[in-house]
């Protein structure tokens, strides 16, 4: 076995046998839920953009949130096709339906830290719940036993990445038309 698919599988499995209860349970499904599709970073962005004063975040996140699916989604995914943790450990009971998708990297962290990049940037008093909300999501995965710490891991790095590459974009339109 290759050593990182063993350090992943351990590490994972650790998540779940020290810290799995029912509370957790509920809250870790809530906030794998509301990640489904970046839909409550879609919806915060959409509403950013009901307001002048916040368009501009709101816009720049949604296409954050664009070039993380993309590079995520439709490039990585199907480049990699890496198993799930629950096609590798059959015996795994999983407390959420079985993802059809690939696993490397996580849409949901990827999504995420993108938009939490975007926003926290934009509105730095919101800046503790987003990161906040972003981080759950994203070790809601592991809890919930549908990614591995490395497609995690990915995910915060491709998600932080679209949200610094959208800002810096975002900022040079801004001065070009100073």
């Not at 696993?103 to 934009?122: E, I, Q």
């Not at 972003?134 to 809601?140: D, N, V």
Request: no cysteine; net charge positive.
């Amino acid at each position: 076995m290759n050593r990182w698919l063993s350090f992943d599988q351990n590490l994972l499995l650790a998540i779940h046998r020290q810290l799995q209860n029912p509370i957790l349970d509920a809250v870790m499904v809530f906030f794998t839920t509301i990640g489904d599709y970046g839909l409550v970073w879609i919806s915060l962005s959409l509403a950013l953009l009901a307001f002048p004063r916040t368009r501009s975040t709101g816009l720049v996140s949604l296409l954050a949130l664009a070039i993380g699916t993309l590079a995520g989604d439709v490039v990585l995914k199907p480049l990699i096709q890496r198993a799930r943790p629950f096609v590798d450990l059959p015996h795994l009971h999983l407390l959420i339906p079985k993802p059809g998708s690939y696993s490397f990297p996580s849409g949901h962290t990827t999504a995420s830290f993108a938009a939490a990049t975007v926003l926290g940037h934009d509105l730095r008093r919101l800046a503790p719940v987003i990161w906040t909300v972003a981080g759950l999501i994203a070790f809601s995965r592991l809890y919930l036993l549908v990614h591995y710490p490395t497609d995690v891991l990915a995910g915060i790095v491709l998600g932080l990445s679209s949200g610094y590459l959208t800002l810096k974009l975002a900022r040079r339109r801004v001065k070009a038309h100073l």
